[in-house]
Protein backbone atom coordinates (compact mmCIF):
# COMPACT_ATOMS: atom_id res chain seq x y z
CA UNK A 1 0.00 0.00 0.00
CA UNK A 2 2.92 2.60 0.97
CA UNK A 3 4.16 1.94 -2.32
CA UNK A 4 1.26 2.64 -4.16
CA UNK A 5 0.46 5.85 -2.21
CA UNK A 6 4.35 7.19 -2.83
CA UNK A 7 4.20 6.34 -6.23
CA UNK A 8 0.91 8.25 -7.26
CA UNK A 9 1.78 11.42 -4.65
CA UNK A 10 5.46 11.08 -6.72
CA UNK A 11 4.06 11.04 -9.96
CA UNK A 12 0.72 13.33 -9.91
CA UNK A 13 1.11 15.56 -7.08
CA UNK A 14 4.94 16.24 -6.35
CA UNK A 15 5.75 19.28 -8.75
CA UNK A 16 9.35 20.03 -7.51
CA UNK A 17 11.01 17.41 -9.14
CA UNK A 18 13.98 18.16 -5.83
CA UNK A 19 12.02 16.46 -3.88
CA UNK A 20 11.73 13.54 -5.14
CA UNK A 21 12.47 10.14 -4.69
CA UNK A 22 10.15 10.57 -1.62
CA UNK A 23 10.19 9.10 1.89
CA UNK A 24 6.97 7.17 3.36
CA UNK A 25 7.73 9.67 6.71
CA UNK A 26 8.20 13.13 4.69
CA UNK A 27 5.76 15.38 5.73
CA UNK A 28 3.29 16.15 2.97
CA UNK A 29 1.60 18.87 5.01
CA UNK A 30 4.62 20.64 6.27
CA UNK A 31 6.83 20.76 3.02
CA UNK A 32 4.15 21.90 1.04
CA UNK A 33 3.62 18.55 -1.01
CA UNK A 34 0.29 18.00 -0.45
CA UNK A 35 -1.94 21.17 -0.99
CA UNK A 36 -5.65 21.95 -1.26
CA UNK A 37 -6.23 20.16 -4.56
CA UNK A 38 -3.76 17.65 -4.02
CA UNK A 39 -5.35 16.62 -1.15
CA UNK A 40 -8.61 16.57 -2.82
CA UNK A 41 -6.96 14.69 -6.01
CA UNK A 42 -5.49 11.62 -3.30
CA UNK A 43 -8.79 11.48 -1.79
CA UNK A 44 -10.67 10.88 -5.05
CA UNK A 45 -7.70 8.05 -5.85
CA UNK A 46 -7.95 6.70 -2.76
CA UNK A 47 -11.49 6.08 -3.06
CA UNK A 48 -11.29 4.33 -6.18
CA UNK A 49 -7.82 2.04 -5.85
CA UNK A 50 -9.01 0.82 -2.35
CA UNK A 51 -12.87 1.05 -2.54
CA UNK A 52 -13.70 3.06 1.03
CA UNK A 53 -15.38 6.28 1.57
CA UNK A 54 -13.32 9.27 3.17
CA UNK A 55 -15.74 11.01 5.12
CA UNK A 56 -15.43 14.39 5.20
CA UNK A 57 -14.78 14.19 9.19
CA UNK A 58 -11.57 12.56 8.67
CA UNK A 59 -9.45 15.33 6.74
CA UNK A 60 -7.38 15.81 9.49
CA UNK A 61 -3.66 16.47 9.29
CA UNK A 62 -3.06 13.54 11.05
CA UNK A 63 -4.32 11.08 8.86
CA UNK A 64 -2.39 12.79 5.82
CA UNK A 65 0.86 13.89 7.57
CA UNK A 66 3.13 11.92 5.83
CA UNK A 67 2.47 8.42 3.37
CA UNK A 68 3.19 6.44 6.75
CA UNK A 69 -0.17 8.37 8.26
CA UNK A 70 -1.98 8.09 5.15
CA UNK A 71 -1.60 4.34 4.87
CA UNK A 72 -2.01 3.61 8.73
CA UNK A 73 -5.78 5.49 8.12
CA UNK A 74 -6.51 3.67 5.31
CA UNK A 75 -5.98 0.27 7.17
CA UNK A 76 -7.90 1.56 9.67
CA UNK A 77 -10.71 2.06 7.01
CA UNK A 78 -10.22 -1.18 5.28
CA UNK A 79 -10.44 -2.76 8.65
CA UNK A 80 -13.49 -1.27 9.75
CA UNK A 81 -15.37 -1.87 6.45
CA UNK A 82 -14.56 -5.21 6.70
CA UNK A 83 -15.73 -5.81 10.22
CA UNK A 84 -19.23 -4.55 9.55
CA UNK A 85 -19.15 -6.10 6.34
CA UNK A 86 -18.62 -9.57 8.68
CA UNK A 87 -21.11 -8.12 11.29
CA UNK A 88 -23.79 -8.22 8.67
CA UNK A 89 -22.98 -11.45 7.24
CA UNK B 1 -14.00 49.33 -1.19
CA UNK B 2 -10.35 50.10 -0.89
CA UNK B 3 -9.92 53.49 -1.29
CA UNK B 4 -8.48 54.08 2.30
CA UNK B 5 -6.48 51.37 2.41
CA UNK B 6 -3.31 52.18 0.55
CA UNK B 7 -1.91 55.10 -1.28
CA UNK B 8 0.55 57.89 -1.56
CA UNK B 9 0.00 61.45 -1.20
CA UNK B 10 0.30 63.55 2.05
CA UNK B 11 -0.56 62.22 5.68
CA UNK B 12 -2.98 64.65 6.43
CA UNK B 13 -5.03 63.86 2.89
CA UNK B 14 -4.39 59.93 3.63
CA UNK B 15 -6.19 60.38 7.11
CA UNK B 16 -9.13 62.40 5.64
CA UNK B 17 -9.57 58.95 3.17
CA UNK B 18 -9.68 57.21 5.72
CA UNK B 19 -12.53 59.41 7.92
CA UNK B 20 -14.64 59.52 4.96
CA UNK B 21 -14.54 56.08 3.50
CA UNK B 22 -15.11 55.10 7.42
CA UNK B 23 -17.81 57.69 8.05
CA UNK B 24 -19.37 55.99 4.46
CA UNK B 25 -19.32 52.54 5.16
CA UNK B 26 -20.70 53.28 8.65
CA UNK B 27 -23.30 55.41 8.72
CA UNK B 28 -23.21 57.11 4.99
CA UNK B 29 -24.17 54.47 2.44
CA UNK B 30 -26.64 52.88 4.80
CA UNK B 31 -28.69 56.31 5.01
CA UNK B 32 -28.48 56.45 1.18
CA UNK B 33 -28.99 53.34 0.43
CA UNK B 34 -32.33 53.72 2.08
CA UNK B 35 -33.07 56.41 -0.78
CA UNK B 36 -34.73 55.52 -3.69
CA UNK B 37 -32.93 54.03 -6.08
CA UNK B 38 -31.93 56.45 -8.81
CA UNK B 39 -31.28 59.11 -5.85
CA UNK B 40 -29.30 56.46 -3.88
CA UNK B 41 -26.76 56.00 -7.02
CA UNK B 42 -26.52 59.15 -8.05
CA UNK B 43 -25.68 60.02 -4.35
CA UNK B 44 -22.54 57.31 -4.68
CA UNK B 45 -21.79 58.83 -8.04
CA UNK B 46 -21.00 62.19 -6.18
CA UNK B 47 -19.22 60.68 -3.71
CA UNK B 48 -17.15 58.12 -6.24
CA UNK B 49 -16.39 61.38 -8.29
CA UNK B 50 -14.88 63.17 -5.31
CA UNK B 51 -12.98 60.14 -3.92
CA UNK B 52 -11.27 60.32 -7.35
CA UNK B 53 -10.74 63.84 -7.58
CA UNK B 54 -8.93 63.86 -3.89
CA UNK B 55 -7.03 60.72 -4.61
CA UNK B 56 -5.13 62.39 -7.81
CA UNK B 57 -2.00 59.81 -7.25
CA UNK B 58 -4.26 56.72 -7.54
CA UNK B 59 -6.07 58.30 -10.30
CA UNK B 60 -3.27 59.13 -12.47
CA UNK B 61 -1.63 55.31 -11.69
CA UNK B 62 -5.18 53.89 -12.92
CA UNK B 63 -4.96 55.86 -15.88
CA UNK B 64 -1.34 55.02 -16.56
CA UNK B 65 -2.03 51.12 -16.05
CA UNK B 66 -5.15 51.27 -18.24
CA UNK B 67 -3.66 53.06 -21.14
CA UNK B 68 -0.26 50.20 -20.46
CA UNK B 69 -2.68 47.40 -20.50
CA UNK B 70 -5.12 48.02 -22.73
CA UNK B 71 -2.96 50.19 -25.15
CA UNK B 72 -3.96 52.12 -28.13
CA UNK B 73 -7.43 50.91 -28.06
CA UNK B 74 -7.82 53.55 -24.81
CA UNK B 75 -7.37 57.40 -25.56
CA UNK B 76 -6.24 59.65 -22.50
CA UNK B 77 -9.41 60.66 -22.31
CA UNK B 78 -11.23 57.80 -22.80
CA UNK B 79 -8.66 56.14 -20.01
CA UNK B 80 -10.06 59.08 -17.31
CA UNK B 81 -13.62 58.31 -17.93
CA UNK B 82 -13.01 54.84 -17.23
CA UNK B 83 -11.34 55.39 -13.92
CA UNK B 84 -14.11 58.24 -12.95
CA UNK B 85 -16.16 55.34 -13.63
CA UNK B 86 -13.90 52.63 -11.49
CA UNK B 87 -14.55 55.16 -8.44
CA UNK B 88 -17.95 55.78 -9.48
CA UNK B 89 -18.63 51.71 -9.29
CA UNK B 90 -16.69 51.34 -6.03
CA UNK B 91 -19.13 53.63 -4.28
CA UNK B 92 -22.39 52.37 -5.76
CA UNK B 93 -20.76 48.59 -5.11
CA UNK B 94 -20.99 49.61 -1.02
CA UNK B 95 -24.74 50.75 -1.99
CA UNK B 96 -25.69 47.32 -3.42
CA UNK B 97 -23.83 45.93 -0.11
CA UNK B 98 -26.40 48.07 1.96
CA UNK B 99 -29.49 47.31 -0.03
CA UNK B 100 -28.98 43.42 0.84
CA UNK B 101 -30.86 43.69 4.41
CA UNK B 102 -33.90 41.72 5.07
CA UNK B 103 -34.45 39.68 2.54
CA UNK B 104 -32.64 42.13 -0.36
CA UNK B 105 -35.62 42.52 -2.23
CA UNK B 106 -34.35 46.45 -2.95
CA UNK B 107 -31.45 45.15 -4.40
CA UNK B 108 -33.42 42.12 -6.22
CA UNK B 109 -35.46 44.86 -7.94
CA UNK B 110 -32.38 46.07 -9.51
CA UNK B 111 -30.54 43.26 -10.60
CA UNK B 112 -31.68 40.79 -13.79
CA UNK B 113 -30.74 37.15 -13.88
CA UNK B 114 -29.85 35.97 -17.30
CA UNK B 115 -29.40 33.02 -17.90
CA UNK B 116 -30.67 31.18 -14.98
CA UNK B 117 -32.06 28.37 -16.61
CA UNK B 118 -28.57 27.12 -17.65
CA UNK B 119 -27.76 26.96 -14.18
CA UNK B 120 -30.61 25.15 -12.76
CA UNK B 121 -30.04 22.37 -15.92
CA UNK B 122 -26.55 22.39 -14.69
CA UNK B 123 -27.85 21.51 -11.13
CA UNK B 124 -30.14 19.24 -12.10
CA UNK B 125 -27.21 16.73 -13.10
CA UNK B 126 -26.91 16.57 -9.31
CA UNK B 127 -23.16 17.02 -8.73
CA UNK B 128 -22.96 20.75 -7.88
CA UNK B 129 -22.66 23.92 -10.55
CA UNK B 130 -19.13 26.03 -10.36
CA UNK B 131 -19.86 29.84 -11.73
CA UNK B 132 -16.14 31.17 -12.54
CA UNK B 133 -15.86 34.38 -12.60
CA UNK B 134 -13.84 36.99 -11.91
CA UNK B 135 -13.20 40.62 -9.51
CA UNK B 136 -15.61 42.28 -11.96
CA UNK B 137 -18.67 43.93 -10.95
CA UNK B 138 -20.77 43.97 -7.67
CA UNK B 139 -20.11 39.84 -7.64
CA UNK B 140 -19.97 39.66 -3.79
CA UNK B 141 -23.25 41.50 -3.53
CA UNK B 142 -25.23 39.97 -6.41
CA UNK B 143 -24.13 36.24 -5.84
CA UNK B 144 -25.35 36.96 -2.08
CA UNK B 145 -28.83 37.83 -4.41
CA UNK B 146 -28.21 34.68 -6.81
CA UNK B 147 -28.65 32.76 -2.65
CA UNK B 148 -31.31 34.43 -2.03
CA UNK B 149 -33.02 34.47 -4.79
CA UNK B 150 -33.62 30.31 -3.93
CA UNK B 151 -29.98 28.88 -5.57
CA UNK B 152 -27.78 27.47 -2.34
CA UNK B 153 -24.76 29.34 -2.89
CA UNK B 154 -21.06 29.63 -1.17
CA UNK B 155 -18.24 31.92 -2.76
CA UNK B 156 -14.17 31.08 -2.60
CA UNK B 157 -12.19 34.09 -1.99
CA UNK B 158 -9.69 35.42 0.16
CA UNK B 159 -10.72 37.98 2.81
CA UNK B 160 -7.78 38.64 4.14
CA UNK B 161 -8.81 40.95 7.00
CA UNK B 162 -9.24 37.97 8.97
CA UNK B 163 -5.79 36.39 8.38
CA UNK B 164 -3.34 39.80 8.49
CA UNK B 165 -1.91 40.11 11.59
CA UNK B 166 -1.48 43.29 10.48
CA UNK B 167 -5.05 44.10 10.65
CA UNK B 168 -5.95 45.45 13.77
CA UNK B 169 -8.87 43.85 15.66
CA UNK B 170 -10.59 47.06 15.25
CA UNK B 171 -10.47 46.88 11.27
CA UNK B 172 -10.99 43.47 11.28
CA UNK B 173 -14.32 43.67 13.06
CA UNK B 174 -15.29 46.52 11.52
CA UNK B 175 -15.09 44.83 8.20
CA UNK B 176 -16.91 41.89 9.95
CA UNK B 177 -19.94 44.58 10.91
CA UNK B 178 -20.30 46.36 7.37
CA UNK B 179 -19.06 43.93 4.57
CA UNK B 180 -19.02 40.23 5.73
CA UNK B 181 -21.73 40.07 7.92
CA UNK B 182 -24.01 41.55 5.33
CA UNK B 183 -22.83 39.52 2.02
CA UNK B 184 -23.06 36.03 4.27
CA UNK B 185 -26.20 36.41 5.57
CA UNK B 186 -27.51 35.05 1.91
CA UNK B 187 -25.44 32.26 1.14
CA UNK B 188 -25.45 28.55 2.19
CA UNK B 189 -22.00 28.44 4.01
CA UNK B 190 -19.04 30.72 5.11
CA UNK B 191 -16.91 32.15 2.74
CA UNK B 192 -14.64 28.70 2.05
CA UNK B 193 -10.34 30.85 1.64
CA UNK B 194 -7.98 28.94 -0.07
CA UNK B 195 -5.00 30.32 1.64
CA UNK B 196 -1.90 28.12 1.40
CA UNK B 197 -1.55 25.99 4.45
CA UNK B 198 -5.38 25.71 4.40
CA UNK B 199 -5.87 22.02 2.90
CA UNK B 200 -9.04 21.72 3.55
CA UNK B 201 -10.52 24.25 1.36
CA UNK B 202 -10.79 22.22 -1.94
CA UNK B 203 -12.18 19.21 0.22
CA UNK B 204 -15.02 21.71 1.68
CA UNK B 205 -16.00 23.07 -2.03
CA UNK B 206 -16.08 19.74 -3.16
CA UNK B 207 -18.61 18.67 0.06
CA UNK B 208 -21.11 21.83 -1.24
CA UNK B 209 -20.81 20.44 -4.78
CA UNK B 210 -21.93 16.88 -3.42
CA UNK B 211 -24.79 18.81 -1.60
CA UNK B 212 -25.45 19.84 -5.07
CA UNK B 213 -24.89 23.86 -4.28
CA UNK B 214 -23.10 25.96 -6.38
CA UNK B 215 -19.93 27.34 -5.62
CA UNK B 216 -17.98 30.67 -7.02
CA UNK B 217 -14.61 31.03 -8.16
CA UNK B 218 -12.84 33.98 -9.04
CA UNK B 219 -10.16 32.84 -11.81
CA UNK B 220 -8.30 36.20 -12.04
CA UNK B 221 -6.83 36.25 -8.78
CA UNK B 222 -2.91 36.70 -8.91
CA UNK B 223 -1.31 33.45 -7.67
CA UNK B 224 0.36 34.10 -4.43
CA UNK B 225 4.09 33.23 -3.59
CA UNK B 226 3.46 30.03 -2.21
CA UNK B 227 1.12 29.18 -5.31
CA UNK B 228 3.40 30.00 -8.24
CA UNK B 229 4.49 26.11 -9.08
CA UNK B 230 0.67 25.63 -9.55
CA UNK B 231 0.21 28.54 -11.64
CA UNK B 232 -0.35 28.22 -15.55
CA UNK B 233 1.10 31.18 -17.53
CA UNK B 234 -1.34 32.18 -20.49
CA UNK B 235 -2.37 34.97 -22.78
CA UNK B 236 -4.73 37.51 -20.75
CA UNK B 237 -5.15 40.49 -21.65
CA UNK B 238 -2.44 40.62 -24.37
CA UNK B 239 0.57 39.53 -21.92
CA UNK B 240 1.64 36.20 -20.71
CA UNK B 241 -0.43 36.47 -17.09
CA UNK B 242 -0.04 33.81 -14.76
CA UNK B 243 -3.53 32.55 -13.36
CA UNK B 244 -4.68 29.23 -11.28
CA UNK B 245 -6.53 26.73 -12.76
CA UNK B 246 -7.87 25.50 -9.74
CA UNK B 247 -11.38 25.82 -11.19
CA UNK B 248 -10.80 23.68 -13.54
CA UNK B 249 -9.19 20.84 -11.38
CA UNK B 250 -12.26 20.82 -8.80
CA UNK B 251 -14.99 19.89 -12.00
CA UNK B 252 -12.66 17.51 -13.01
CA UNK B 253 -12.40 15.43 -9.37
CA UNK B 254 -16.11 16.73 -8.69
CA UNK B 255 -18.03 15.97 -11.84
CA UNK B 256 -19.15 19.60 -11.53
CA UNK B 257 -19.83 21.60 -14.65
CA UNK B 258 -18.13 25.18 -15.15
CA UNK B 259 -20.48 27.92 -15.60
CA UNK B 260 -18.91 31.69 -16.52
CA UNK B 261 -20.63 34.48 -14.68
CA UNK B 262 -20.41 38.24 -14.88
CA UNK B 263 -22.01 40.93 -13.01
CA UNK B 264 -22.43 43.87 -15.41
CA UNK B 265 -23.37 47.56 -14.20
CA UNK B 266 -25.59 49.31 -16.71
CA UNK B 267 -24.44 52.97 -17.95
CA UNK B 268 -27.66 54.24 -15.16
CA UNK B 269 -25.43 52.85 -12.79
CA UNK B 270 -28.33 51.35 -10.45
CA UNK B 271 -29.27 48.67 -12.53
CA UNK B 272 -27.05 45.53 -13.36
CA UNK B 273 -27.36 42.20 -15.16
CA UNK B 274 -25.82 38.94 -13.80
CA UNK B 275 -25.29 37.16 -16.92
CA UNK B 276 -24.41 33.43 -16.59
CA UNK B 277 -23.07 31.25 -19.75
CA UNK B 278 -24.08 27.82 -20.76
CA UNK B 279 -21.73 25.10 -19.69
CA UNK B 280 -17.84 25.91 -20.90
CA UNK B 281 -16.31 22.66 -22.10
CA UNK B 282 -14.27 20.72 -20.12
CA UNK B 283 -12.58 18.47 -22.78
CA UNK B 284 -9.07 18.50 -23.65
CA UNK B 285 -6.11 19.39 -21.31
CA UNK B 286 -6.83 21.05 -18.28
CA UNK B 287 -4.69 24.32 -19.50
CA UNK B 288 -6.84 24.49 -22.49
CA UNK B 289 -10.38 24.05 -20.73
CA UNK B 290 -8.86 27.09 -18.47
CA UNK B 291 -7.58 28.80 -21.48
CA UNK B 292 -11.53 28.94 -22.28
CA UNK B 293 -12.38 30.59 -18.75
CA UNK B 294 -9.82 32.91 -18.77
CA UNK B 295 -10.70 34.24 -22.75
CA UNK B 296 -14.17 34.65 -20.93
CA UNK B 297 -12.78 36.90 -18.21
CA UNK B 298 -10.71 39.07 -20.95
CA UNK B 299 -13.58 39.46 -22.92
CA UNK B 300 -15.84 40.68 -19.80
CA UNK B 301 -12.80 42.98 -19.18
CA UNK B 302 -12.33 44.42 -22.75
CA UNK B 303 -16.28 44.97 -23.11
CA UNK B 304 -16.18 46.75 -19.78
CA UNK B 305 -13.02 47.64 -18.46
CA UNK B 306 -13.98 50.03 -15.56
CA UNK B 307 -15.77 47.05 -13.70
CA UNK B 308 -12.85 45.03 -13.30
CA UNK B 309 -11.60 45.75 -9.80
CA UNK B 310 -7.97 44.86 -9.99
CA UNK B 311 -6.97 48.44 -11.86
CA UNK B 312 -7.15 49.72 -7.50
CA UNK B 313 -4.04 46.85 -7.28
CA UNK B 314 -1.16 47.69 -9.52
CA UNK B 315 0.78 45.15 -6.86
CA UNK B 316 -1.72 42.36 -8.01
CA UNK B 317 -1.18 43.39 -11.64
CA UNK B 318 2.06 42.52 -11.46
CA UNK B 319 1.69 39.70 -9.72
CA UNK B 320 -0.53 38.38 -12.57
CA UNK B 321 1.50 39.65 -15.07
CA UNK B 322 -0.29 41.81 -16.71
CA UNK B 323 1.73 44.82 -15.48
CA UNK B 324 5.79 44.76 -15.88
CA UNK B 325 6.96 44.30 -11.60
CA UNK B 326 7.26 47.63 -10.34
CA UNK B 327 10.90 48.65 -9.80
CA UNK B 328 12.38 49.16 -6.24
CA UNK B 329 11.56 52.55 -5.84
CA UNK B 330 12.28 54.62 -2.39
CA UNK B 331 8.87 53.27 -0.58
CA UNK B 332 9.44 50.00 -1.52
CA UNK B 333 12.86 49.81 -0.74
CA UNK B 334 12.07 51.03 2.90
CA UNK B 335 9.10 48.38 3.18
CA UNK B 336 11.92 45.72 2.43
CA UNK B 337 14.11 47.31 5.06
CA UNK B 338 11.99 47.04 7.98
CA UNK B 339 11.06 43.66 6.79
CA UNK B 340 14.35 42.34 6.90
CA UNK B 341 15.13 44.14 10.43
CA UNK B 342 11.31 42.14 11.28
CA UNK B 343 12.31 39.31 10.20
CA UNK B 344 15.71 39.32 11.58
CA UNK B 345 14.38 39.89 15.29
CA UNK B 346 11.67 37.45 14.53
CA UNK B 347 9.02 40.17 15.26
CA UNK B 348 7.37 40.44 11.76
CA UNK B 349 3.88 40.86 12.06
CA UNK B 350 2.73 41.13 8.48
CA UNK B 351 4.51 38.31 7.07
CA UNK B 352 3.04 37.86 3.73
CA UNK B 353 4.69 41.42 2.85
CA UNK B 354 8.01 39.60 2.96
CA UNK B 355 10.17 39.45 0.03
CA UNK B 356 9.98 35.69 -1.73
CA UNK B 357 12.10 33.61 0.54
CA UNK B 358 12.68 36.12 3.25
CA UNK B 359 9.64 34.82 5.30
CA UNK B 360 11.03 30.68 5.13
CA UNK B 361 14.41 31.79 6.81
CA UNK B 362 12.90 32.89 9.71
CA UNK B 363 10.59 32.18 12.32
CA UNK B 364 7.20 34.36 12.20
CA UNK B 365 6.02 35.43 15.57
CA UNK B 366 2.60 35.70 14.60
CA UNK B 367 -0.54 36.19 16.53
CA UNK B 368 -2.71 33.09 16.65
CA UNK B 369 -5.38 33.10 14.03
CA UNK B 370 -7.18 30.54 14.17
CA UNK B 371 -9.87 31.41 16.47
CA UNK B 372 -11.02 33.99 13.30
CA UNK B 373 -11.29 31.31 10.40
CA UNK B 374 -14.60 30.03 9.99
CA UNK B 375 -15.12 26.10 10.38
CA UNK B 376 -15.41 23.34 8.03
CA UNK B 377 -18.36 23.93 6.37
CA UNK B 378 -21.32 22.22 7.81
CA UNK B 379 -24.53 21.59 5.86
CA UNK B 380 -26.71 24.93 7.15
CA UNK B 381 -24.44 27.39 8.90
CA UNK B 382 -24.92 29.17 11.93
CA UNK B 383 -23.35 32.64 12.95
CA UNK B 384 -22.46 30.65 16.03
CA UNK B 385 -20.92 27.80 13.60
CA UNK B 386 -18.92 30.39 11.89
CA UNK B 387 -16.76 31.42 15.24
CA UNK B 388 -15.77 27.42 15.45
CA UNK B 389 -11.78 27.41 15.32
CA UNK B 390 -10.70 25.02 12.99
CA UNK B 391 -8.37 22.58 14.21
CA UNK B 392 -5.68 22.48 11.23
CA UNK B 393 -4.61 24.76 8.14
CA UNK B 394 -4.27 27.54 10.30
CA UNK B 395 -1.43 28.77 9.14
CA UNK B 396 -0.91 32.62 8.10
CA UNK B 397 0.06 32.78 4.13
CA UNK B 398 3.77 33.63 3.74
CA UNK B 399 5.77 35.74 1.96
CA UNK B 400 4.64 38.65 -0.48
CA UNK B 401 1.10 37.39 -0.38
CA UNK B 402 -0.55 40.72 0.02
CA UNK B 403 -3.91 41.32 -1.66
CA UNK B 404 -5.80 43.79 -0.33
CA UNK B 405 -8.05 43.23 2.24
CA UNK B 406 -10.54 45.66 1.98
CA UNK B 407 -10.74 44.87 -2.17
CA UNK B 408 -13.15 42.43 -2.32
Same mark, same amino acid.
Given at each position: MEAVINDYISREIVQDSSLLPLGNETPLLETGILDSLGLLRLVVFVQDRFDIIVDDLDLVPEHFASVDT? &? @?? $?????? +??? !???GSRG | MGEAAEGAGSPRRQLLRKAESLAY #? %???? /???ASLPASLAYRVA &??????? *???? =????SEMIDDLRQVLGDELTLNEAERLTRDLFRFRSCEVIDVMRLRGRARSLARLVEIRG??????? $???? +???? $??????? !??? !??? *? %? $??? *??? /???????WDWNYDTGVSSIE???????? @??????????????? #? =?????????????????????? !?????PLHAERARAVEMPFLGRQARLMPGVITLAQLTGAPVLMAFAHRSPDYRHQVLEISPPVPLDGQPETAFGRCAAAIEAAIRTSPAQWNFWFEAEVLARLGVLPAPSIGTAALSRQLSCFAR????? &??RPWWCPPGWGDQAPHRVRSISSR?? @??????? *??????????WGSAPPRCNDQINPRNV
Open positions: I &C @AY $LRSQIG +KGA !SQA | #W %LVGA /PLV &CWRGDWA *SRSW =PEQRREHLQAA $LAGG +KGAI $LCTAHYG !SHQ !SVF *S %L $LHA *SGI /PLTTMGRRRFWNLVF @ARRVLRHRQRPNIEP #W =PGRVQVAAQAAAALRANEVVTI !SSDAAVTTGW &CRIP @AAAPATW *SRRRSRRAVS
